[in-house]
Structure formats: C-alpha cells, structure tokens
C-alpha cells in the first residue's frame, strides 16, 4: 500500500512538473487578430490596417517564451479615407516608394530573446524583415488569457523606406513625412 501511494505521489509531482514545463504552441486566428497602423506627417496622420497571413505564440507553462508572425503585406488599407484618395494612398504605400508589394508580398516578425517584466508583461527582442531587410526591433508584449497585445514603433528607413523622409531629403517642408509608424496589435490565439 505504501509502494502504491508512493508511486502516486511521484506520478502526480512528474505530471505537474512536466505540465508547467511543456512548451506549447498556439496559432493564431488570423480573423480574430487585428493589426492598426499610424503613419504620421507634418500636416496630419493616416491610419489603417493590415492582415496577418499566419502566426504562433509559444508559451511554457503561461509564460510567453517564442513567436513568428507572417504579415500580408498586400492587405494595406487605408481607413481614414475614401474613394479616390482611400485608393491613391493605398496605391502608394503599395508601391516600391513604401512597401513594393508586388515583390515583398509578405514581412515576417520572429522572436529571438524575451525577458519576463511580471504582471503578463514581456519585453520581446525580435527580427523584422520588411522588403527583404531585417533589423532587431523590441517591444513590449502583454499576454492575457488567449489574448497578446503590443505596440510596436517602427523605422521605416531602416527598411529602405525613405520616401518623403526629413532624415533624407533636404526642403520637404510640409510634404515631410515622419520615419517612424506605430502598429498596434492585438492578437487572439
């Protein structure tokens, strides 16, 4: 009876042990998610989306631990326009003056380094590959339940996206457009 009680015992701390210590990986709904873009300019600001095409938060226990996301970078949308405007701005950030859709289709974001704040608060260091270039990018990550949000601020010039740039070109006046944009995520999973 003793040997039985405790081989139970054992089992049941291996069991825990190996449940708080199992990686998991968690795709996301892509549907669910979302992803909010601020482009900002002398003059003003747009904003819009973008889709993710595929994505995974790997998780231990509860603990954030890993990630790659696919972004469809085809699905840039304008939503603080309409009509003509909705469809030259869209054109645009399409184009090889921003993004060159037509042969950078996707950017991808995979996490490299992550380092636990508490409170469901990560820092991740990660590689963000736009039109073919990755730089390190870092953030913070809360990750709640089925739910992760972030807000990620972005050097478009560091991806060869210098249209419009201050940093670049002298006598923009208010046609400048600043180098950085926000994108605000929130994933479900």
Known sequence: MKANLKSIAFA?????????????????????????????????QHEGTINLKDGA???????????????????????DLEGDWKAKLDGHLKSEDFFGVEKFTTSTLVFKK????????????????????TQQVSFDMTVKGNTATAKLIIDRTKFD???????????????????EFELDVTLSF
Do not use: C, P, R
């Open 57 to 79: 938060i790997v998780l231990k226990g509860k603990k954030l631990v890993g990630g790659n996301f696919t972004v469809d970078m085809t699905s840039i949308n304008t939503t």
């Open 12 to 44: 049941l701390v291996a069991f825990i042990t190996f449940s708080a210590t199992a990686q998991t990986t968690k795709k996301i709904n892509v549907e669910k998610s979302k992803l909010h873009w601020v482009g900002k300019k002398v003059t003003g």
């Open 161 to 179: 996206i210098k249209y419009g740039s201050g940093s670049f070109f002298e006598n923009l006046g208010d046609k400048t457009i600043y180098d």
């Open 114 to 133: 992550i380092a636990d704040k508490g409170n469901n608060v990560y820092t991740v260091y990660a590689d963000l590959t736009i039109k073919g270039i």
